[in-house]
C-alpha cells in the first residue's frame, strides 16, 4: 500500500475560521441581545423611577396645599376662640350689669342715716368702702345693716379715725364686705 498523504492543514485552517467566525457571531450577537436586555431593563426602571418621582412631586405639591390649608385652619380656629372668648367677657358683663346695678341700689337702702361713703371699690366680690359717719354708733347701725342684707356678706370695720371737721363725734371709717349671691326671694 502506498502512503496516501492528505494535507488537511488548509481545511483545518478553513474549519478553525470558520469556527473563529461563528464563535465571533456568536460573540456579538450575545452582545447585542445582552446590550438590548440591559438597555431594555435600564429604560423600563428609569421609566419606573420617572414615575415615581412625579407621583412623589404631585404628592409634595398636594402636601404643601394641604399644609397651607391646615395653617389657615389653624388660624380660624384661633380668630374663632379669641371671639368666642369675646363673647364670655361680654355675656359675663351683661349678665353682671343688672347685679352691679342692684348691688348699688341695696348699698344705697342699706346707708344707715347720717353716715356718708366717700370712697367705693369693688374688686372680684370684694367690696372696700370709706366713708364719714357722725358717731360710732353710726358705724355700729351700717354693719348690722349690711349683715342683714342678703346682697352682702362678712361686714368688717378696717379703720375708725375721729374727724372733729365733721362734727365733735365725727368719724372717718374704712369697712370691707364680700358680694354675697341673694336668695331667689330677695331678688324680686
Known sequence: MADIKINLLPWRDEHREEKKKEFLNVIVGVLLLSGII????????????????????????????????????????????????????????????????????????????????????????????????????????????LSESGWFDKPNVTAINADPNYGPQASQFSLSVEQAAPKKEETN
Do not use: C
Request: glycine share 6%.
Open 38 to 145: 440591559v438597555g431594555g431593563f435600564d429604560r423600563f426602571y428609569n421609566a419606573a423611577i420617572d414615575s415615581q418621582t412625579a407621583r412623589n412631586g404631585f404628592l409634595q405639591q398636594e402636601i404643601t396645599v394641604l399644609e397651607g390649608r391646615i395653617q389657615e385652619i389653624k388660624l380660624l380656629q384661633q380668630t374663632r376662640n379669641e371671639l368666642l372668648s369675646r363673647m364670655e367677657v361680654i355675656q359675663a358683663l351683661q349678665g353682671n350689669r343688672p347685679i352691679i346695678v342692684r348691688l348699688f341700689d341695696e348699698m344705697a337702702r342699706q346707708l344707715a342715716p347720717r353716715v356718708f361713703f366717700t370712697d367705693l371699690k369693688l374688686v372680684g366680690k370684694a367690696l372696700s368702702i370709706q366713708g364719714i359717719a357722725e358717731s360710732n354708733n353710726r358705724i355700729s347701725s351700717q354693719l348690722r345693716n
